[in-house]
């Protein structure tokens, strides 16, 4: 079986892939996760995947190696990650008592064979409508820095979110069944 590389220091898909029994090592990309001009966001998630998955692969001579990118969007407005706790107020109450979109881009590279193969999984998610008092006790946790859309739906946040349609592992941050069967048709797993 081949070395599987996560191309990520998202200690969430890490902890995703464990949790599904995947051996892995990690091998953080360097890839700057900026959005080009008129870029749509599954274009964005898509792109910025295999970019990751592509660099960590050009420095490796054999192995799998598996790049992610998650966003989320609101009315086609791709949110990013909150640059402090003021941003997450004003994300949390944009998506307060609304349906938005999670997307994730994953890119699979065989690097002997020098093949790849890759998506965009959609989940839908409706948060409840959040009160002032709520969003403030959730910034203060410190749980929404660093996460797209200033959420962790696997914490706190959980208790915040209506409902959703689709993969909860890609509100995660990986899409972990299309993951998985990418990985088996590269005869990774």
């Given at each position: 079986?081949?070395?599987?590389?996560?191309?990520?220091?998202?200690?969430?898909?890490?902890?995703?892939?464990?949790?599904?029994?995947?051996?892995f090592i990690v091998v953080s990309s360097r890839v700057v996760e900026e959005r080009l001009p008129?870029?749509?966001?599954?274009?964005?998630?898509?792109?910025?995947?295999?970019?990751k998955a592509r660099?960590?692969?050009?420095?490796?001579?054999e192995g799998v190696v598996l790049g992610a990118d998650t966003e989320v969007v609101l009315e086609g407005e791709v949110l990013g990650k909150p640059r402090d706790d003021e941003a997450a107020r004003v994300m949390l109450a944009r998506l307060s008592g609304r349906v938005h979109d999670v997307l994730s881009g994953y890119e699979v590279c065989d690097v002997a064979a020098g093949r790849s193969e890759g998506?965009?999984?959609?989940?839908?998610?409706?948060?409840?409508?959040?009160?002032?008092?709520?969003?403030?006790?959730?910034?203060?946790?410190?749980?929404?820095?660093?996460?797209?859309?200033?959420?962790?739906?696997?914490?706190?946040?959980?208790?915040?979110?209506?409902?959703?349609?689709?993969s909860y592992t890609n509100v995660v941050g990986?899409?972990?069944?299309?993951?998985?069967?990418?990985?088996?048709?590269?005869?990774?797993?």
């Open positions: 079986m081949a070395v599987i590389v996560l191309a990520s220091a998202s200690p969430r898909r890490a902890d995703l892939l464990a949790s599904a029994g995947v051996p008129g870029e749509a966001p599954d274009e964005l998630v898509r792109r910025l995947a295999a970019a660099a960590v692969a050009a420095a490796r001579r998506g965009v999984v959609r989940t839908r998610v409706e948060f409840a409508a959040l009160s002032p008092a709520e969003i403030d006790a959730y910034v203060a946790t410190g749980e929404p820095r660093g996460k797209a859309g200033a959420y962790a739906i696997q914490g706190r946040a959980a208790g915040l979110i209506r409902r959703i349609e689709g990986l899409p972990l069944r299309e993951v998985l069967e990418a990985l088996g048709r590269m005869g990774a797993l």
